[in-house]
């Protein structure tokens, strides 16, 4: 899988910045000066602002916004793979059964799969899914609610025979993504560590690309974990490059503020 690039609309950029700071908490001005990087107007920076309290995304505050319903989540999610959020492992999986039942839109079951791999399990086969148990149990409460009336959970003390993660997700591919954004991130640092204005939009659409890639690390306990595996080392040059990037930005809006 290629490294996902999503292209930066007012809605994207507002919601990366939030997701960006804690609290997700900022002026509405900061908002609208962050769409500026990209040439995006402020009425459509506003419009987007309006829709997305209107979606439960956001909720007014003061002169500003804060994260809110599934974004907020989202957020926890994003912390979770940075910090790289893990327990000791005991051996045991966790597994979700999908119930059987009537037929569901196709709208609700895109939405469990969602919610399933938002917790990081896997698909075993159509309806199982697991994963090894070394996960806090109250991560993603939005998904794990969202689970939790169509699945039956359980906890195995072993599965023989014992699941190769490599069946269960795509290692290879995340391990060469992983490798190929970190040498992004060490192109740009240096641009950034000098106070380049000019590198604040490509680094804005990296670091979303970066946060996206970790919420795709399935966070394996490292007796599972292939030889070599990168997520740590990018997760040590994320945090340098995001210092540099924070501190370039905050320069830029200062001498922009209005």
Not at 68 to 97: C, F, K, N, P, Y
Not at 159 to 173: I, K, Q, V
Request: proline content about 7%; hydrophobic content about 45%.
């Amino acid at each position: 899988m290629a490294i996902e690039r999503k292209p930066m609309t007012a809605r994207s950029v507002v919601a990366s910045t939030l997701l960006g700071v804690q609290p997700p908490r900022l002026p509405a001005r900061i908002l609208v000066r962050s769409g500026e990087l990209f040439g995006i107007a402020e009425g459509t920076t506003r419009v987007a602002l309006s829709r997305m309290v209107s979606a439960g995304e956001l909720r007014p505050d003061d002169d500003g916004y804060h994260l809110a319903g599934r974004l907020l989540d989202r957020q926890a999610r994003q912390t979770a793979s940075r910090l790289a959020a893990t327990e000791t492992w005991d051996g045991t999986w966790e597994m979700a059964v999908v119930r059987s039942g009537g037929a569901r839109r196709a709208a609700d079951r895109a939405a469990l799969r969602q919610a399933l791999a938002d917790l990081r399990l896997a698909e075993l086969r159509e309806g199982v899914w697991l994963r090894p148990a070394n996960l806090p149990a109250d991560r993603s409460p939005e998904a794990r609610a969202q689970a939790a009336g169509q699945c039956l959970w359980g906890r195995h003390a072993a599965l023989e025979p014992a699941p190769d993660p490599a069946d269960l997700w795509d290692l290879a591919t995340w391990s060469v993504d992983a490798r190929a954004i970190q040498a992004e991130l060490t192109d740009l640092l240096p641009r950034l560590e000098a106070g380049d204005t000019s590198a604040l939009g490509v680094g804005f659409v990296t670091s979303a690309a970066v946060l996206r890639l970790l919420q795709r690390d399935p966070l394996l306990p490292s007796d599972l974990q292939p030889a070599g595996w990168p997520g740590e080392d990018l997760r040590r040059a994320y945090d340098r490059y995001d210092q540099a990037y924070r501190a370039v930005w905050t320069g830029w809006f200062r001498r922009h503020r209005p």
